[in-house]
């Protein structure tokens, strides 16, 4: 290792057993001695290979954009950013590095890390001489406190355990990609949030030409180390710690690979980077694994579930908790419990109308799309009874050449570790049998990896004249979809819906409901337009 510094010029030089780049038969390997230079050129820090003859002509690294990532004790991969503008050629270029010991490769990765930090205190210039904004679009939308929350909680193993055990996931999954080999064989496929590796497994058992496992937790670790325990499927395999909205791959995939689906489809946003990825990586009309989603929703009557909500609140009645009395608060408690979604599993039976469904088409949906989510609602009510708020599930295609699978949430097939979420009203509706339900699901999202939920359920007139009457119920609520009541209950042994009977604890109905925090008051003004159920 050679350090020279000046007033202009400074630079830091290795020797190196070997350099080759990635997946090129046009440039061979670069036999020994390679030396590679860390230098600083108008501001601008890169990494240069050179021989005898002189600095080897494509084998630039620009620290700017540039990674370097462990293959092994003496084995590294460095990506460099492309440098072209347009967005159809904004893959990378790789080269491997072979070292001559440990101690050379662990100073080279410190190095490494060095200059690019000087190079960001001085900006990324771009080739329109731009500088880049230090943060990445991940970070300029998401709350920080919560992508430390969120990628803790996924760089466990007992959490990876649990979804890996998830067997409907799972299984759906390796059905998914085994089933269409066709598609996976000699391609390139790019894992999505890797976690714990096991879908870049499966890609390389259908036979891919290499994979890209891209991973932003600590879990890439652990995935390192599952990968490498199957050495027969690793060797194929690369994974990649960072972000899908910072990392550079060398190549383009031909497939893209991923579970980013969350509570109510859209839940800790990853779908987002699910499309930033294809926009980043995928080659024209290139395979997604899954390709569309659906939200599918029904009114829903569950008598037992709303008063179990409604008597949590009962604690705030007391007029003499210690000589105190709580009363003042039990209305803002009351509505609080029922900011809640409800995640558990659920008797079918209990939803009072066919559902409907709203489709996000993951090949063609912008970034964007996924900000803001308008559902007008539109139900015929299969039975007479009160209507406690709106179900929720959703299922996802995977749209294989040879086979075409199917992932669903839906109450009454096999429970996954999504279970379903029901919206539940604090104030109930009633309905005939026949009668029209119609309403709007709107979904915000918010910096804290999730959405706020704005509902609004409305039963029409019905009978004779119906046709030119209106609303004559309508119940809203807010919800936050960061924080549901985990129920997680088995479905129950219900008969009908409108067999069920209140508890007798509480009469809910006679419970004064305080809709003064509601901050949308517009859901309860605006006209529902359209309100048919649309497929998008």
Same mark, same amino acid.
């Given at each position: 290792m050679e350090v020279l510094a000046g007033q202009k010029h400074k630079h830091l030089e290795f020797t190196l057993v070997a350099v080759s780049e990635l997946f090129s038969s046009s440039v061979p390997p670069l036999s020994t001695p390679v030396i590679a230079r860390f230098s600083v050129d108008s501001g601008v820090a890169e990494l240069r290979f050179r021989q005898d003859s002189g600095f080897i002509d494509g084998f630039n690294v620009n620290l700017g954009t540039g990674q370097l990532f462990k293959l092994g004790p003496l084995k590294s991969l460095c990506i460099s950013g492309s440098s072209d503008s347009n967005k159809e050629k904004s893959y990378a270029r790789g080269v491997t590095i072979l070292f001559r010991n440990e101690e050379e490769s662990r100073d080279f990765h410190s190095a490494f890390e060095q200059w690019q930090n000087e190079d960001v205190t001085q900006g990324t210039h771009l080739p329109n001489g731009v500088i880049s904004d230090v943060k990445s679009k991940f970070d300029n939308k998401i709350e920080s406190s919560s992508a430390k929350m969120y990628f803790h909680y996924y760089g466990q193993l007992l959490h990876q355990q649990n979804m890996l055990q998830d067997y409907v996931r799972t299984g759906t999954y390796y059905a998914a990609v085994i089933e269409n080999r066709a598609d996976f064989t000699g391609r390139v496929v790019v894992d999505v949030g890797a976690g714990s590796g096991i879908l870049s497994l499966f890609a390389a058992q259908a036979g891919a030409k290499h994979v890209y496992a891209v991973e932003a937790s600590e879990m890439a670790e652990y995935a390192r180390k599952l990968i490498a325990g199957n050495p027969s499927l690793g060797q194929r395999i690369t994974v990649i710690r960072g972000k899908v909205e910072e990392v550079e791959l060398p190549e383009k995939a031909d497939i893209l690979i991923s579970e980013p689906m969350g509570t109510l489809l859209v839940n800790e946003r990853m779908l987002e980077s699910y499309i930033i990825a294809r926009d980043r990586f995928l080659v024209p009309k290139g395979k997604m694994f899954p390709s569309v989603g659906r939200i599918h929703m029904a009114p829903f009557s569950d008598e037992y579930l709303f008063v179990e909500i409604a008597n949590k609140a009962l604690f705030w009645q007391q007029q003499n908790y210690y000589g105190v009395d709580l009363t003042a608060l039990h209305g803002s408690a009351f509505q609080g419990y029922f900011s809640q979604p409800v995640v558990d599993a659920f008797d079918p039976r209990l939803l009072v109308s066919p559902p409907m469904s709203h489709v996000i088409d993951f090949n063609e949906a912008k970034e964007e799309d996924l900000y803001e989510i308008d559902i007008p609602l539109k139900f015929l009510a299969s039975v007479g009874t009160r209507v406690h708020g709106l179900a929720c599930w959703f299922d996802v295609l995977f749209n294989g050449s040879t086979v075409q699978r199917w992932l669903t949430t839906a109450p009454g097939a096999p429970t996954t570790h999504w279970y379903q979420i029901r919206c539940v009203l604090s104030q109930p509706i009633y309905v005939m049998?026949? +009668?029209?339900? #119609?309403?709007? *699901?709107?979904?915000? &999202?918010?910096?804290? +990896?999730?959405? #706020?939920?704005? *509902?609004?359920?409305? &039963?029409?007139?019905?009978?004779?004249?119906?046709?030119?009457?209106?609303?004559?119920?309508?119940?809203?609520?807010?919800?936050?979809l960061k924080e549901p009541y985990y129920r997680m209950s088995q479905p129950q042994p219900y008969t009908t819906a409108q067999?069920?009977?209140?508890?007798?604890?509480?009469?809910?109905?006679?419970?004064?409901?305080?809709?003064?925090?509601?901050?949308?008051?517009k859901l309860l003004q605006q006209p529902l337009e359209n309100s048919g159920a649309q497929l998008q």
């Open positions: 049998a026949g +009668q029209e339900i #119609t309403g709007r *699901l709107h979904m915000v &999202a918010h910096n804290a +990896q999730s959405y #706020t939920i704005y *509902l609004t359920l409305s &039963a029409k007139m019905w009978g004779p004249g119906a046709e030119q009457g209106g609303i004559i119920q309508s119940s809203s609520c807010k919800l936050d067999d069920q009977q209140p508890h007798q604890l509480l009469q809910p109905q006679d419970i004064p409901i305080h809709t003064d925090d509601l901050e949308e008051p």
